[in-house]
Nanobody, 122 residues
Framework: VQLQASGGGLVQAGGSLSLSCVVS????????MGWFRQRPGEEREHLAG????????YVADSVKGRFTISRDNAKATVYLQMNSLAPEDTGVYYC????????????????WGQGTQVTVQG
């Protein structure tokens, strides 16, 4: 699969951004889709995840209540809606796809989007 992420930018604290990840390739619907954040000098952090069927989603406690993950199967696109952004949300955001287990482990992912920078000014 190939992933194309977009939607990052510069926003004031308290603002919102919506990230998109367009997926292409064969059998993409077998993959778990995750959104990760990487701050400078830190490891990639799993923020949210979703599969292409069913209603179950995962949102990390660190962003729960502010971030929402959703999908549009017809558009093969996964979204991350980010509200009430704070300076500590600044980082590069990646979407990733993993076919097996290990949804929270970046090293096990099969494919990554190119990353999109989110900068929140306080």
């Amino acid at each position: 699969v190939q992933l194309q992420a977009s939607g990052g930018g510069l926003v004031q604290a308290g603002g919102s951004l919506s990230l998109s990840c367009v997926v292409s390739g064969r059998a993409f619907h077998y993959y778990y889709m995750g959104w990760f954040r990487q701050r400078p000098g830190e490891e990639r952090e799993h923020l949210a995840g979703i599969r292409w069927s069913g209603d179950t989603t995962y949102v990390a406690d660190s962003v729960k209540g502010r971030f929402t993950i959703s999908r549009d199967n017809a558009k093969a696109t996964v979204y991350l809606q980010m509200n009430s952004l704070a300076p500590e949300d600044t980082g590069v955001y990646y979407c990733g796809a993993v076919r097996g287990y290990g949804e929270r482990i970046p090293a096990l992912y099969d494919a990554w989007g190119q990353g999109t920078q989110v900068t929140v000014q306080g």
